[in-house]
């Protein structure tokens, strides 16, 4: 795929062959209608932002930077937008936007990640927001960031910050064990060395996700792409049944197998470090740039580390580069009012645009920002210049690829054979070689946006 301004997005892009089926898409065993039509809502009132921070979120910081940005907007517009929060349980693990298109109800702002943007996008339900974001605006864009958002000459979504994967982890635990910084594992045999190491009858060594879901897709990916693998290839065909593949699956595989991985994390998931890192339930574990600023809201004495994923023999550093975007309805009540909301809010090269951005990635959250002018405000300022921040920005970031944007068939063929090796002990040839049937038996009829 290639953007407006000539360079070519990474990844290995799918185009447009046959008709994917009439009305329906196949997502977590339901069906929902396609595309998702909002139906004409003859309401008057504020338009409607449905996320998970604010005002019922319970990080302060984070729920004032979206009460702030709203009410940035509502003072200076006369079209209004209203926060309208929805539990993480709902949103992110739940069905509730799902649901919500499929009933002509949707939002006319809300959040996606890349993971579900086909999803949505195939659907017809995303506002192009190009032509509400200018030229340099748009260049200012990591490409890291905005190549999943980018359909042809189209914008589909505004990232409001970039989150890489690493691993945590906790200088006490490596300290009881008698391990030091020159013990941290660069190599996926040296991690399962040093994790039995630190696993006890209290603590486990290593903790990667066990729940299945998009984010356990997302945090397996870089493993993947270390050994040269791809879920699909240069030829539109499933790359997954590859040894990259199959060595992936093992490593996960081999952790809980060797019992210093856990079957099941604490809290709301291998994303929620506090519970598990924090709490001394594990050494190690592979989480998010956003774990900096988890950790600093729970115990800000807490003592940890961070160091890049390590490499599979004769493996490349990787790591993937999540995160949030604003995105509008395309059926919504005001498409104008709400595209000009979403460029204001981040996509604007006006100062106070770019230094939401900074202040979203760097006070109110921990997150790489998405965009270049961004990242220089938050320099000058210091926020990247010590600490787990600086380990990010400067080893962990520069290694990173865009989270994949895949439909949810696409995504559940690579979750049933990670869930299959990782928890039933199957074997990781015959999960790749079925999943990569599955892919191919999917692609052979699809019909929407590039997979990336």
Same mark, same amino acid.
């Given at each position: 795929?290639?953007?407006?301004?000539?360079?070519?997005?990474?990844?290995?892009?799918?185009?447009?062959?046959?008709?994917?089926?009439?009305?329906?898409?196949?997502?977590?065993?339901?069906?929902?209608?396609?595309?998702?039509?909002?139906?004409?809502?003859?309401?008057? =009132?504020?338009?409607?932002?449905?996320?998970?921070?604010?005002?019922?979120?319970?990080?302060?910081?984070?729920?004032?930077?979206?009460?702030?940005?709203?009410?940035?907007?509502?003072?200076?517009?006369?079209?209004?937008?209203?926060?309208?929060? *929805?539990?993480?349980?709902?949103?992110?693990?739940?069905?509730?936007?799902?649901?919500?298109?499929?009933?002509?109800?949707?939002?006319?702002?809300?959040? *996606?990640?890349?993971?579900?943007?086909?999803?949505?996008?195939?659907?017809?339900?995303?506002?192009?927001?190009?032509?509400?974001?200018?030229?340099?605006?748009?260049?200012?864009?990591?490409?890291?960031?905005?190549?999943?958002?980018?359909?042809?000459?189209?914008?589909?979504?505004?990232?409001?910050? !970039?989150?890489?994967?690493?691993?945590?982890?906790?200088?006490?635990?490596?300290? &009881?064990?008698?391990?030091?910084?020159?013990?941290?594992?660069?190599?996926?045999?040296?991690?399962?060395?040093?994790?039995?190491?630190?696993?006890?009858?209290?603590?486990?060594?290593?903790? +990667? &996700?066990?729940?299945?879901?998009?984010?356990?897709?997302?945090?397996?990916?870089? +493993?993947?792409?270390?050994?040269? =693998? &791809?879920?699909?290839?240069?030829?539109?065909?499933?790359?997954?049944?590859?040894?990259?593949?199959?060595?992936?699956?093992?490593?996960?595989?081999?952790?809980?197998?060797?019992?210093?991985?856990?079957?099941?994390?604490?809290?709301?998931?291998?994303?929620?470090?506090?519970?598990?890192?924090?709490?001394?339930?594990?050494?190690?574990?592979?989480?998010?740039?956003?774990?900096?600023?988890?950790?600093?809201?729970?115990? /800000?004495?807490?003592?940890?580390? !961070?160091?890049?994923?390590?490499?599979?023999?004769?493996?490349?550093?990787?790591?993937?580069?999540?995160?949030?975007?604003?995105?509008?309805?395309?059926?919504?009540?005001?498409?104008?009012?709400? $595209?000009? +909301?979403?460029?204001?809010?981040?996509?604007?090269?006006?100062? $106070?645009?770019?230094?939401?951005?900074?202040?979203?990635?760097?006070?109110?959250?921990?997150?790489? /920002?998405?965009?270049?002018?961004?990242?220089?405000?938050?320099?000058?300022?210091?926020?990247?210049?010590?600490?787990?921040?600086?380990?990010?920005?400067?080893?962990?970031?520069?290694?990173?690829?865009?989270?994949?944007?895949? /439909?949810?068939?696409?995504?559940?063929?690579?979750?049933?054979? *990670?869930?299959?090796?990782?928890?039933?002990?199957?074997?990781?040839?015959?999960?790749?070689?079925?999943?990569?049937?599955?892919?191919? =038996?999917?692609?052979?009829?699809?019909?929407?946006?590039?997979?990336?």
């Amino acid at each position: 795929m290639t953007r407006r301004n000539g360079t070519t997005t990474p990844g290995h892009p799918l185009g447009r062959r046959t008709v994917l089926a009439a009305s329906t898409a196949l997502v977590g065993g339901s069906l929902l209608p396609m595309p998702y039509l909002s139906r004409a809502r003859a309401q008057e =009132g504020p338009l409607k932002f449905w996320q998970f921070y604010a005002p019922g979120g319970a990080v302060p910081g984070q729920v004032q930077w979206f009460q702030d940005t709203v009410k940035g907007w509502n003072d200076s517009q006369e079209t209004k937008v209203e926060l309208e929060y *929805i539990p993480t349980s709902q949103y992110i693990n739940g069905t509730k936007l799902q649901t919500a298109f499929a009933a002509g109800e949707g939002p006319d702002i809300f959040l *996606i990640s890349p993971g579900d943007f086909l999803r949505y996008h195939n659907g017809g339900a995303l506002l192009d927001l190009a032509p509400y974001v200018a030229a340099e605006a748009h260049a200012d864009y990591y490409d890291t960031a905005i190549a999943t958002r980018l359909v042809d000459d189209g914008l589909f979504g505004l990232p409001m910050e !970039v989150e890489p994967m690493a691993i945590y982890y906790s200088v006490k635990a490596f300290k &009881e064990a008698g391990l030091g910084e020159a013990d941290i594992p660069k190599t996926w045999d040296q991690l399962l060395e040093v994790a039995k190491t630190l696993t006890n009858d209290k603590r486990f060594g290593i903790l +990667f &996700e066990t729940n299945p879901g998009y984010y356990q897709n997302f945090t397996w990916y870089p +493993f993947l792409w270390q050994g040269g =693998g &791809e879920i699909v290839g240069k030829d539109g065909k499933s790359g997954f049944n590859s040894d990259a593949a199959r060595a992936a699956l093992k490593f996960w595989q081999d952790a809980v197998a060797q019992g210093i991985a856990p079957r099941k994390p604490l809290g709301y998931g291998a994303n929620d470090i506090a519970a598990n890192l924090g709490s001394g339930f594990c050494a190690m574990q592979n989480v998010g740039i956003w774990g900096i600023s988890a950790l600093r809201n729970a115990d /800000p004495n807490f003592e940890y580390g !961070v160091f890049k994923l390590p490499l599979p023999p004769g493996g490349q550093d990787r790591t993937v580069a999540g995160g949030w975007a604003f995105v509008a309805n395309a059926n919504g009540r005001n498409t104008e009012a709400v $595209g000009k +909301f979403c460029a204001w809010a981040l996509g604007s090269m006006e100062p $106070g645009s770019v230094q939401r951005v900074a202040d979203w990635c760097t006070k109110a959250k921990s997150d790489m /920002p998405p965009r270049k002018s961004a990242f220089a405000e938050a320099t000058a300022a210091q926020a990247y210049g010590s600490g787990a921040m600086k380990t990010f920005a400067e080893q962990v970031f520069p290694t990173a690829r865009g989270e994949p944007r895949v /439909p949810p068939q696409v995504y559940k063929a690579i979750s049933d054979a *990670i869930q299959a090796c990782q928890l039933n002990g199957e074997d990781p040839g015959k999960r790749a070689e079925m999943a990569a049937q599955q892919i191919d =038996g999917f692609l052979a009829g699809y019909d929407g946006a590039p997979i990336l």
